[in-house]
């Protein structure tokens, strides 16, 4: 009888159990017997992914939403049986605002992805002054830059669109995937397909634009899908389905189990053992080991094996962050909000980063006479709003939304939640680091760090990556010296 190779993901955010899944589904198809646990020191699943039911409302306390244009999240999806409960955003109301010179101007139809698909709006909207559009328009004159060495978002963006549409438009943006500065983040390791852009058309303009005519029709199998998309009773279900199924398989799940430390041992030549100290006190071993958390955390873990990893992990920085749930009567929000929600850029100096009217965007998110909104605080520079009470901090968005569109009214439920080192930060040089990271463990077979930390914030992100470091760990357990 083969012995059952033995593997310990330490996690249980969607990057650890995602990593799991996939784990069960590489060694079934390797045929290779393997004996998985998940360690998690918190006391829920899902990390950052919750989702809280009051009344008939459903608030995401995190994430609320992937992308349906990276294929990993919709897949995971079809895999647990969750296809049917997936759900587009609202098809009336998809205007989106943004906050420029202190007020809400509408942000032009296709703006997200960096050109307008019509242009009349986007010189209508009063977003840019004239000199400011017809700068952000020199980019289809303006030569390509080098394609050697990193740069900076806000480098690359001012260089290409001018100062303006950066900080009143492209800003907000960007901040509103990562948090973070974008003096500081690094192109190539956060939107790497606009330096291929400028390097293969010489303007992100014509790229966009080449790119567009170059897309496939629309498939006429499966139901078409927005550019976002949730589940119906909130992403929450993703992480129950994913943790039931994992149960399933026999994958040891084990909350509140925190590790202290970890030391390797030769397991036969070549190979190493790896040895979990845990909290309690006992010890767990495992040929393969998987860290799904955050940077930070591995950094602490894997200093006494090399420093070197340590001190690179330590570099990766995290901003904090909090979302602010608030019900309000339907009737006293009527005309005080409008599409989806808004962004804030940094320009405007506000305490809220963006707003989401989250019952108008998504179905099914409030009864009929309530509407749901979510407020998005902290990120880089921004954080120490989240020290504040929860009554200050509800104070504080409430006049936020009184000043800036009017809303006014009691709220019927709040919520705060906080994310204390929550977003990893990209910053300059982030991926000649990852190469140099991958350098300093290269001696540690069976050894593979995964997360939102290293190639992607998303949620599609993080389960695509769970299954690349799945691939390393069953090709590392499958290789010479495998025993029977």
Same mark, same amino acid.
């Given at each position: 009888?083969?012995?059952?190779?033995?593997?310990?993901?330490?996690?249980?955010?969607?990057s650890?159990?995602?990593?799991?899944?996939?784990?069960?589904?590489?060694?079934?198809?390797?045929?290779?017997?393997?004996?998985?646990?998940?360690?998690?020191?918190g006391?829920t699943?899902?990390?950052?992914?919750?989702?809280?039911?009051?009344?008939?409302?459903?608030?995401?306390?995190?994430?609320?939403?992937?992308?349906?244009?990276?294929?990993?999240?919709?897949?995971?999806?079809?895999?647990l049986?969750?296809?049917?409960?997936?759900?587009?955003?609202?098809?009336?109301?998809?205007?989106?605002?943004?906050?420029?010179?202190?007020?809400?101007?509408?942000?032009?139809?296709?703006?997200?992805?960096?050109?307008?698909?019509?242009?009349?709006p986007?010189?209508?909207?009063?977003?840019?002054?004239?000199?400011?559009?017809?700068?952000?328009?020199?980019?289809?004159?303006?030569?390509?830059?080098?394609?050697?060495?990193?740069e900076?978002?806000?480098?690359?963006?001012?260089?290409?669109?001018?100062?303006?549409?950066?900080?009143?438009?492209?800003?907000?943006?960007?901040?509103?995937?990562y948090?973070?500065?974008?003096?500081?983040?690094?192109?190539?390791?956060?939107?790497?397909r606009?330096?291929?852009l400028?390097q293969?058309?010489?303007?992100?303009?014509?790229?966009?634009?080449?790119a567009?005519?170059?897309?496939?029709p629309?498939?006429?199998?499966?139901?078409?899908?927005t550019?976002?998309?949730?589940l119906?009773?909130?992403?929450?279900?993703?992480?129950?389905?994913?943790?039931?199924?994992?149960?399933?398989?026999?994958?040891?799940?084990?909350?509140?189990?925190?590790?202290?430390?970890?030391?390797?041992?030769?397991?036969?030549?070549?190979?190493?053992?790896y040895?979990?100290?845990?909290?309690?006190?006992?010890?767990?071993?495992?040929e393969s080991?998987v860290?799904?958390?955050?940077?930070?955390?591995?950094?602490?873990?894997?200093?006494?094996l090399?420093?070197i990893?340590?001190?690179?992990?330590?570099?990766i920085?995290?901003?904090?962050?909090?979302?602010?749930?608030?019900?309000?009567?339907?009737?006293?929000?009527?005309?005080?909000?409008?599409?989806?929600?808004?962004?804030?850029?940094?320009?405007?100096?506000?305490?809220?980063?963006?707003?989401?009217? &989250?019952? *108008?965007?998504w179905?099914?998110?409030?009864?009929?006479?309530? #509407? %749901?909104?979510?407020?998005?605080?902290? +990120? /880089? !520079?921004?954080?120490?709003?989240?020290?504040?009470?929860?009554?200050?901090?509800?104070?504080?968005?409430?006049a936020?939304?009184a000043?800036?569109?009017?809303?006014?009214?009691?709220?019927?439920?709040?919520?705060?939640?906080?994310?204390w080192?929550a977003?990893?930060?990209?910053?300059?040089?982030?991926?000649?680091?990852? &190469?140099? *990271?991958?350098?300093?463990?290269?001696?540690?077979?069976?050894? #593979? %760090?995964?997360?939102?930390?290293?190639? +992607? /914030? !998303?949620?599609?992100d993080?389960?695509?990556?769970?299954?690349?470091?799945?691939?390393?760990?069953?090709?590392?357990?499958?290789g010479?010296?495998?025993?029977?």
């Amino acid at each position: 009888m083969t012995t059952p190779r033995t593997v310990v993901v330490i996690g249980g955010g969607i990057s650890g159990l995602a990593t799991a899944f996939a784990l069960q589904e590489q060694a079934a198809a390797a045929g290779l017997a393997l004996r998985c646990t998940v360690l998690e020191s918190g006391s829920t699943w899902g990390g950052k992914i919750q989702t809280h039911r009051t009344d008939g409302l459903i608030a995401d306390a995190g994430p609320d939403s992937f992308l349906s244009q990276k294929p990993a999240g919709l897949e995971l999806c079809r895999k647990l049986g969750l296809s049917e409960q997936l759900i587009n955003t609202n098809e009336t109301g998809k205007k989106a605002f943004v906050l420029s010179r202190g007020r809400l101007h509408e942000l032009p139809e296709g703006l997200i992805t960096f050109v307008p698909s019509q242009l009349g709006p986007f010189l209508r909207s009063g977003l840019l002054s004239w000199t400011g559009l017809a700068r952000m328009g020199l980019d289809v004159m303006i030569p390509r830059g080098s394609a050697e060495g990193d740069e900076s978002l806000a480098s690359f963006f001012r260089r290409r669109f001018g100062a303006q549409a950066f900080e009143r438009v492209l800003e907000p943006l960007m901040a509103g995937i990562y948090a973070g500065e974008a003096e500081q983040m690094s192109l190539k390791a956060t939107f790497p397909r606009f330096l291929e852009l400028e390097q293969q058309y010489g303007s992100i303009i014509r790229g966009m634009a080449a790119a567009r005519k170059k897309a496939p029709p629309p498939s006429g199998t499966g139901p078409k899908r927005t550019m976002f998309v949730s589940l119906k009773n909130g992403l929450g279900d993703l992480v129950s389905a994913l943790t039931a199924r994992l149960a399933q398989q026999g994958v040891d799940l084990r909350l509140g189990c925190a590790v202290d430390a970890v030391r390797v041992r030769s397991h036969q030549l070549g190979r190493w053992m790896y040895d979990l100290n845990l909290r309690d006190g006992s010890v767990i071993s495992a040929e393969s080991l998987v860290l799904a958390t955050p940077a930070y955390v591995a950094a602490d873990l894997l200093r006494p094996l090399t420093p070197i990893a340590g001190g690179l992990l330590e570099m990766i920085p995290y901003a904090s962050t909090g979302t602010v749930s608030m019900a309000f009567p339907a009737s006293a929000v009527s005309g005080a909000v409008q599409g989806f929600g808004f962004i804030v850029p940094r320009a405007e100096a506000r305490e809220l980063i963006a707003a989401t009217w &989250t019952s *108008l965007k998504w179905p099914h998110r409030a009864p009929a006479d309530q #509407v %749901l909104i979510r407020c998005y605080i902290g +990120g /880089v !520079g921004r954080d120490g709003m989240l020290n504040r009470d929860d009554a200050a901090i509800l104070n504080t968005v409430r006049a936020e939304l009184a000043s800036l569109c009017g809303l006014t009214a009691e709220p019927t439920y709040t919520e705060v939640n906080r994310w204390w080192k929550a977003m990893p930060q990209y910053t300059i040089g982030h991926l000649d680091r990852l &190469t140099q *990271l991958d350098a300093a463990l290269s001696r540690y077979g069976g050894l #593979v %760090l995964t997360g939102a930390g290293y190639r +992607g /914030v !998303g949620i599609p992100d993080c389960i695509r990556d769970g299954a690349v470091a799945a691939e390393k760990v069953v090709r590392h357990l499958s290789g010479p010296g495998r025993s029977a």
